[in-house]
């Protein structure tokens, strides 16, 4: 019996069975209870330990996104692409192997090479290529700093093409001056871009401040690759002009498929709304994004994100009863979104329909745990139209069970930002942050059931009230991810739902800068060093001001007194 039947047998008798032996309690209707009883045995099976917590390219991932196809199938919606799926590739890592080889070929020919020792005296950066030899003079170009607006070129007047540029780590003068201007040009990737840019044939990168931490040997499955071999040279030696270097940079890159989940409702129109929401997890945090520091475990994301994809399943079933005519409407479950937002930055780059007949995008991430004492749903990405403040003046909601708090901005560590960045306008919905999240214990018991049904009650809201044929875009006030480059963390859950100024504090990681320093769950953070913190934005910018070894005054409110704690990144 293949998947498909299987899944579908197992889902129909759960959902009848509960359906038909329960009691409906007082105070709910035969329509809510039967909502939450499939919410429910969505999220029962995605959050199962059978699943082993989703990781994109593993074989729960693929049950997974086959239990999704079915359930958009029972529910009327075309599948596409592959029997529903569109496929992608990821690294699953980059590790280098026994043959990489690094040796100095003497000048004259007058000795033998003199050959250095992997991860001892030598190993391969993040941005090394996979290439099996070259051999090329090397030539000394200081710290490999191109600052234009400085007026600072340390390649200019130097014959790099065809050789091997040896470049030091930092800047001069960095233990000075940690926070100098040139700072931001002295990064290993900015300097690689600099050596390729002139021609180089490979980089090494060596230490000419003992103070200078070494960078890491664990090669990083998110750095894109560079053209040439990259290598640290550990030894404190020099590398003499004329002088010939062999670098061999071996890498062993294993590749998997992940699985996006698509349907279609096809009303014959010329614009299409997306539903999302994200199916993959963190497995046994093979890729060590858990924020657990106890023994291996399955991570089963209950909430994260078994819940938007049960919130996602039940929208599909309830599509034709809202009668909605205006739109046609694509279901897509993403996978590879904890790694990174693989499957809809894959899903933007090769589209299944033209981005231009977008209209908007409605994503759901994390849906499932609704405060009871608060209440709270926030509607991120609210900035990206006009039409959604018009609509949310017609939004009507029971304060009593369920309360809106909304953002303007259309980033954010989650799928829609993949297709704001393409200009389309997205919304995002989510219930909060919580202790569990990216943890083991984040499990299907913890779900409330209440809460997401109220919060799909004003996602169907939203997407009825949009009686526009096609919503205008607008361009949100962001920190473009491009441009941040966040050297150190805080180690801190923030609160997204929270609207007063400052950030408030939702979470904080044990063995973090952070939890190091006393700060607490519901502390407000007004400044951290120099930088005032408005918002969340404000965050983010002040967090992208320091490096690794900072310790900075963190100013918080809390119990409504104000209390200023120093913090070692």
Known sequence: MNYFNKISIFSLFISLGSMLSAQIPNGFTKEQWESMQRLKSHVSYLASDELQGRQTGSPGEMLSATYIANEFKKNGLKLWGNNGFQEFTMTQFRIASDECIMQLNPMGGSRDPEPFEMNVDFYPLSQT???????????????GIIADKLNKNEFEGEEVKGKIAAIRLGYFGKSDNPHSDVAQFADINTKVENAI??????????????????????????????????????????????????????????????HNVIGFKNNHRKKTVIICAHHDHIGFNEYDNSRYKGPQAIHNGADDNASGVAAMIELSKQLNKWGLRKNNYLFIAFSGEELGLLGSKYFTKNPLIPLDKINYVVN???????DSTKKT???????????????????????????????????????????????????????????????????????????????????KQMVCHTKKKKLDFVK??????????????????????????????DGVTPERPAAAAGLQRDDVVIQMGDFPVKDMMGYMSALGKFNKGDTIPVTVIRNKGTYTVNVTF
């Open 377 to 459: 749903l926030t509607i991120n990405g609210v900035g990206t139209s006009n039409t959604w403040m018009e609509i949310l003046k017609k939004l009507e909601t029971d304060t009593q069970n369920i309360k809106i708090a909304t953002t303007e901005s259309g980033l954010g560590p989650s799928d829609h930002a993949s297709f704001y960045l393409e200009n389309i306008p997205v919304l995002h919905f989510f219930s909060g942050q919580h202790r569990d999240y990216h943890t083991p214990d984040d499990d299907e018991d913890r779900i409330n059931y209440q809460g997401m049904y109220h919060s799909i009650q004003a996602i």
């Open 364 to 370: 759901i991430d994390m849906l499932g745990r609704i």
């Open 129 to 143: 290529a996979d290439l099996d030899s070259v051999t090329a003079e090397v030539i000394d170009v200081g710290y």
């Open 197 to 258: 840019r002139y021609g180089a044939v490979g980089v090494i990168f060596f230490r000419n401040d003992t103070n200078e931490a070494a960078p890491s040997g664990k090669l990083d499955r998110n750095v894109k690759p560079s053209k040439i071999p990259v290598f640290y040279f550990a030894k404190s030696r020099p590398l003499p002009r004329g002088l010939t270097v062999t670098m061999k940079s071996k890498v062993v890159s294993p590749q998997v498929k992940g």
């Open 476 to 505: 949100t006030k962001d920190i473009s991810p491009g441009k941040m480059r966040f050297k150190v963390t805080l180690g801190v859950m923030p609160d997204y739902s929270f609207s007063g100024e400052g950030m408030r504090i």
